[in-house]
């Protein structure tokens, strides 16, 4: 991927009129791409793949999530998260259970052996943070975090009003089918 240049040493590139041109989804499939890898490389010694790490991390923040508010929670179809769900069960991870309230409904819950592994996970996520944040200024970052929400609330809008039809936010946040 040709990485965009703005140094003084070569060629000066006007920053604004850059970014006007720029394409933002082939920078966020290369990003996933690259958080997908580190994470797989840290998961699999763990046991497990990264196909996962999005559902626990969902997963450590609230518990007793259905299968549904997962999927739109991590951007993924529902057929996916049954299957990654199914994984997790399967390493001894999750439960689920059925909604006593709406008996069609499974909420999902994190047994004790995700509860043992949550300090190493917490540890991939904030080693992988460290380098993506490398050189960053604490208001750089937080601008740059604020500027991601906007633009992942804008792109769920989108798909939500169905701007898209037939689209569907398969693996890839940005859905490039590159990823």
């Known amino acids: 991927m040709r990485i965009l240049c703005i140094s003084k040493s070569e060629k000066e590139i006007d920053v604004v009129a850059a970014a006007e041109h720029a394409a933002l989804t082939p ?33 450590y923040a609230e518990e007793g999530l259905s299968q549904d508010e997962l999927s739109q929670r991590v951007g993924v179809d529902k057929s996916n998260t049954s299957r990654a769900l199914a994984k ?46 490398k050189g960053f200024t604490k208001k750089e970052k937080a601008a740059l975090i604020a500027s991601l929400v906007k633009i992942a609330n804008n792109a769920e809008a989108a798909f939500n009003q169905n701007e898209y039809p037939g689209a569907k936010v398969q693996g890839c946040p940005a859905n490039c089918q590159k990823c």
């Open 27 to 59: 920078w966020i499939c290369f990003i996933s791409r690259l958080s997908t890898r580190f994470v797989g490389g840290e998961m699999s010694r763990m046991g497990f793949g990264p196909g996962q790490f999005f559902l626990l991390s969902e997963l």
């Open 88 to 133: 997790l069960e399967k390493f001894d991870l999750i439960k689920r259970k059925i909604d006593p309230q709406n008996h069609k409904v499974k909420k999902v819950y994190l047994r004790a052996k995700a509860l043992k592994v949550r300090n190493e996970f917490r540890k991939i996520q904030r080693q992988w943070n460290t380098k993506l944040f």
